[in-house]
């Protein structure tokens, strides 16, 4: 008997943020599971080499650098498949929200929200045009209402604003929609935002990510998803 094919398998994945930690971690896991990997990271000729992955330049926060690796993308490979937005900035978490400077707030929104909306935006067309589509946030459990505390002000302020604009999209593209659109928050992760001393490996919501870029057509849409669980936010 066959084994089954990974839903991955063939499909042309965009993932930001990429040259480390658990965009790095997504990469090799979707190349694993037979994707595509288009990464895109600031610096291509900085990110150590990945056989079979697809590296070129994309800067988030600026639209046409965005436009350009979406164009790039969809001419060469004549679809996209499936986007992760990963790329994102912690700046000084300890600073006081009252202490926080503007500069900082605006920076963390330009990439962390900013980023996110300027991809799907190109994304989101093109995937319903082809009759499908997978979009996974990387959140954080730091942009959840339901357990906001102090500290990591202009990060937590920018992923919540993330979950509600993947509920807002999720929303008006419908329930029925080909194109599926989650969040998802990676736990506590050891890469240079989370330190050496948290508790999981990038591998772990490496794995959680490419699961739900592997959703069938009747899965789930507009979800903030923990441990590979529907979770509060």
């Given at each position: 008997?066959?084994?089954?094919?990974?839903?991955?398998?063939?499909?042309?994945?965009?993932?930001?943020?990429?040259?480390?930690?658990?965009?790095?971690?997504?990469?090799?896991?979707?190349?694993?599971?037979?994707?595509?990997?288009?990464?895109?990271?600031?610096?291509?000729?900085?990110?150590?080499?990945?056989?079979?992955?697809?590296?070129?330049?994309?800067?988030?926060?600026?639209?046409?650098?965005?436009?350009?690796?979406?164009?790039?993308?969809?001419?060469?490979?004549?679809?996209?498949?499936?986007?992760?937005?990963?790329?994102?900035?912690?700046?000084?978490?300890?600073?006081?929200?009252?202490?926080?400077?503007?500069?900082?707030?605006?920076?963390?929104?330009?990439?962390?929200?900013?980023?996110?909306?300027?991809?799907?935006?190109?994304?989101?067309?093109?995937?319903?045009?082809?009759?499908?589509?997978?979009?996974?946030?990387?959140?954080?459990?730091?942009?959840?209402?339901?357990?906001?505390?102090?500290?990591?002000?202009?990060?937590?302020?920018?992923?919540?604003?993330?979950?509600?604009?993947?509920?807002?999209?999720?929303?008006?593209?419908?329930?029925?929609?080909?194109?599926?659109?989650?969040?998802?928050c990676p736990g506590w992760v050891r890469t240079d935002m989370g330190g050496a001393e948290a508790n999981r490996?990038?591998?772990?919501?490496?794995?959680?990510?490419?699961?739900?870029?592997?959703?069938?057509?009747?899965?789930?849409?507009?979800?903030?998803?923990?441990?590979?669980?529907?979770?509060?936010?």
């Amino acid at each position: 008997m066959p084994l089954p094919v990974d839903p991955i398998a063939g499909k042309v994945i965009l993932l930001t943020g990429a040259n480390r930690g658990i965009g790095l971690a997504t990469a090799k896991e979707l190349k694993a599971r037979g994707a595509t990997v288009v990464a895109g990271v600031r610096q291509p000729s900085k990110m150590a080499p990945l056989e079979g992955v697809i590296v070129l330049p994309l800067d988030v926060a600026n639209a046409e650098s965005c436009r350009a690796f979406v164009d790039c993308v969809e001419k060469h490979e004549g679809r996209i498949d499936g986007l992760i937005n990963n790329a994102a900035i912690l700046l000084n978490p300890k600073t006081p929200v009252l202490d926080m400077a503007e500069s900082d707030l605006l920076s963390t929104l330009e990439i962390d929200l900013g980023g996110p909306i300027r991809m799907c935006q190109l994304v989101v067309p093109r995937m319903l045009a082809k009759g499908s589509g997978r979009i996974v946030n990387v959140s954080s459990g730091l942009g959840a209402i339901s357990d906001m505390a102090g500290g990591y002000a202009a990060y937590r302020m920018a992923k919540l604003a993330l979950n509600g604009f993947t509920k807002i999209l999720a929303a008006e593209l419908g329930p029925n929609s080909p194109v599926k659109v989650n969040s998802l928050c990676p736990g506590w992760v050891r890469t240079d935002m989370g330190g050496a001393e948290a508790n999981r490996d990038p591998s772990e919501p490496a794995r959680e990510i490419a699961d739900l870029v592997a959703i069938s057509a009747d899965g789930p849409t507009g979800g903030f998803f923990r441990r590979g669980e529907p979770a509060d936010w």
